[in-house]
């Protein structure tokens, strides 16, 4: 349990680092679509070294690339709308609680009865993240986010739990959606602009690509030894990372006040590691 712990810590550190390059990017779909390329292909090398996730892994691996696309365009339209101290903590909160719900239905995942309490901490900071007045698209998008999280975060728990290495299907995993979502991309008109992107902001998408690979596989190496709800839960600390950044240094209106909402999410957090 103690490594589980240490790398979802680890993970959330370097989850909000790619999303926040992606909130800051110039044009987000091509952020998003470069750093799923560049970190899959640079990261790639690594299966010569523990090999391939094997071929149980293959179907999850399909699935969760298709769920991904949705994933990748709903934050995008999230963060196009809303604000990042906002979004992020509503996205990555509400992903974790689905984590957990499907998680026990579909896997047998299951949490003591402190852990559930744990999570109702966690879903009363996220209820006081949307207050009145909040525009109805930007949450409309933010839980979308959040229920592709859940749905996703599943399928790979199964994924990597049928495959020789959690760490190989993280990578294969960035690898395949990527390949989906160049497709994707290209079948909407965007290879001139991928092309101009992957030429002048190369360094930008490796970054994010890298943080974002490792912070992924991360969590599915944690998973093969912890349930999916206090790993999917616990690598949700980040959101009060993302909300202080969205307060101090994006300067975002009501900053403060959603900083405040995270602590109450972050408490739950803690709760969880506690009464695990």
């Not at 240490?6 to 998003?32: C, D, Q, S, Y």
Request: aromatic letters at 8%; a positive charge; proline letters at 3%.
């Amino acid at each position: 349990m103690a490594l589980a712990t240490v790398l979802a810590l680890i993970a959330a550190l370097l989850h909000t680092t790619w999303n926040l390059l992606i909130k800051t990017a110039g044009n987000r779909e091509v952020a998003a679509w470069g750093q799923f390329v560049f970190g899959g292909i640079a990261l790639a090398p690594v299966l010569l070294f523990i090999g391939p996730p094997g071929v149980d892994a293959l179907p999850y691996l399909g699935i969760s690339a298709i769920v991904h696309i949705v994933y990748v365009f709903a934050l995008v339209k999230a963060y196009q709308h809303g604000l990042f101290s906002l979004v992020y903590p509503l996205a990555r909160g509400g992903g974790a609680l689905t984590a957990a719900v499907l998680g026990l239905a579909l896997l047998g995942d299951s949490l003591p009865a402190g852990g559930w309490i744990a999570l109702g901490i966690v879903t009363l900071g996220i209820a006081s993240l949307m207050q009145p007045g909040a525009p109805r698209v930007e949450i409309a998008f933010a839980l979308l986010t959040a229920s592709m999280i859940g749905v996703y975060t599943v399928i790979d728990t199964a994924g990597s739990r049928h495959s020789t290495s959690g760490f190989s299907y993280g990578i294969t995993l960035v690898l395949f959606t990527g390949l989906v979502l160049t497709v994707v991309m290209i079948s909407r008109d965007k290879g001139r602009e991928m092309r101009i992107s992957a030429r002048l902001d190369w360094r930008r998408h490796l970054v994010s690509g890298i943080c974002l690979a490792l912070a992924y596989s991360l969590v599915l190496v944690a998973v093969r030894f912890a349930p999916i709800g206090y790993v999917a839960t616990l690598r949700e600390s980040s959101i009060v990372i993302g909300a202080a950044i969205g307060w101090l240094f994006l300067h975002e209106r009501l900053g403060r006040q959603r900083l405040i909402s995270s602590v109450v999410i972050a408490l739950g957090l803690v709760a969880l590691v506690v009464w695990q």
